[in-house]
């Protein structure tokens, strides 16, 4: 329903009639579109500062009149930042209109996934948006560039000395990245059936989290360089096999509105990447995600060879190997589980190293708040590159031309079994690290 949440009650705190007007638009803006506008501050300084800022604008896509009401709402911007949250096949439309009204020979333009449905159709769409702007206007996002806990995974890996030497084939069995989602479509079935957990989370936002764990370091910190270094590691992974492919299905899915009853969308997808360079030659990078699953939590998890059983000490319990864990939601933090001599048991067994960095510094501000803002200072670096977006999906191209068959899976599960079948031979799914 269309709403307004005011918190506080700010329109009681102010008077002005600058302050009423506002919320009436407000108040249309969210009634004529169904969504929800937060106003939350009682402070009146604050309010009229976000009021003498807000403008509001109605029109057709279509029309050219759009874009010249556009122009004169933002008469005098010198950086305008246009921020397209509309289905993708309008974005070559609406920048065409921005374009052709001569608002965007200095602007950005910042759209939203899916940047294409397989690597054609992402090409096509570049080159759409490339006539009427140049690829260092576009910003797309994809919203795990602005989480914390991904930036701190190169934090974590070039800014100490102890780690980087040890974050290789030389010392790491495997990688695991888990993206748990207790929750499932609910009413994105129309959005979703078509899309599926390959294309909606894997191709963009996993694919993030294996570049920041695996790519080199940079040679500055400059926002081309930092793309180079992340598209340079996309082209060492080599095509997806979908021998080491699992889609499951959970049960209920084909209920939800939006949703095709015989369809055959994963909610659910499991599989193997090999990155062959140097570094990691010889080291599966595991991806799983999932809806409905067991719980909400999202990680990577390094998973270390086994210490040499040399007899120092009788093992009763086979050995956890080390592992380094980074969480990226739905809190941030860094858990170390070693082996230690305990008290409690003979020989050594497993102790977890935790930090949750809302004790230490907090947590930061949410990705839209860094990515609105970044697109405001120019900030590129957290917004993907075409090049990049294309070596995703010919990553995972194998995978959308030969999809394997789904398997079922009860909700409040771990997703089907065969999913755990895709790590044999390297152990087990580790964690994930649940929350407290
Ligand atoms: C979105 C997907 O891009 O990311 C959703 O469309 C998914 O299906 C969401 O649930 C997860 O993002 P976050 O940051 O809420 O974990």
């Known amino acids: 329903d269309p709403r307004i949440i005011l918190a506080d009650e700010p329109t009681a705190a102010l008077d002005s009639e600058r302050a009423g007007t506002v919320m ?160 499932g479509v609910e009413d994105r079935g129309h959005f979703y059936d078509p899309v599926g957990a390959l294309r909606d989370v894997v191709v963009n936002h996993l694919m993030q989290v294996v570049a920041a764990s695996a790519m080199e370091i940079p040679s500055r910190n400059e926002p081309s360089m930092i793309k180079d270094a992340e598209v340079s590691l996309f082209h060492a992974v080599a095509d997806a096999d979908p021998a080491h492919y699992v889609r499951g299905q959970y049960d209920g899915y084909l209920d939800i509105d939006g949703v095709d009853p015989k369809s055959t969308t994963e909610t659910y997808a499991a599989l193997r990447l090999d990155i062959e360079n140097w570094r990691w030659a010889g080291v599966p990078f595991f991806i799983r995600t999932g809806k409905r699953l067991k719980a909400t939590q999202t990680e990577l998890r390094l998973v270390f060879k086994h210490a040499p059983n040399l007899g120092f000490k009788a093992r009763h319990t086979p050995p956890e190997p080390n592992q380094l864990v980074v969480r990226l939601d739905p809190s941030t933090g860094i858990r170390l589980t070693i082996d230690a001599h305990r008290a409690d048991v003979p020989g050594t067994s497993a102790i977890n190293l935790d930090m949750e960095f809302s004790e230490e510094g907090g947590e930061g501000p949410t990705p839209y708040e860094v990515l609105l803002h970044a697109a405001m200072i120019g900030q590129s670096t957290r917004f993907t590159r075409q090049d990049g977006v294309e070596e995703q999906w010919r990553i995972m191209q194998p995978l959308l031309d030969a999809p394997p068959p789904v398997h079922r899976y009860a909700p409040d599960t771990w997703g089907p079994e065969a999913g755990d079948k895709l790590v044999e031979g390297h152990g087990r799914w580790h964690g994930p690290w649940l929350a407290q």
Do not use: C
């Open 24 to 183: 009436d638009l407000l108040r249309k803006v969210a009634e004529e579109h169904r969504s929800a506008v937060i106003v939350v501050t009682h402070d009146e300084k604050i309010f009229d500062r976000l009021a003498s800022r807000l403008s509001y604008v109605n029109g057709d896509f279509s029309e050219d009149a759009t874009y010249e009401r556009v122009g004169e709402a933002i008469d005098g911007a010198t950086t305008p930042v246009f921020y397209l949250e509309i289905p993708p096949f309008l974005f070559g439309g609406v920048v065409k209109g921005l374009a052709e009204a001569g608002l965007t020979a200095t602007g950005r333009i910042v759209v939203e996934k899916p940047f294409g449905h397989d690597g054609e159709s992402a090409t096509a769409l570049a080159d759409e948006l490339h006539q009427y702007i140049d690829e260092s206007q576009l910003y797309r996002i994809d919203h795990y560039l602005g989480k914390m806990g991904l930036e701190e995974i190169l934090h974590l890996r070039f800014a100490n000395s102890m780690l980087e030497p040890i974050w290789g084939r030389d010392h790491i069995a495997s990688v695991e990245i888990t993206m748990a989602e207790s929750f």
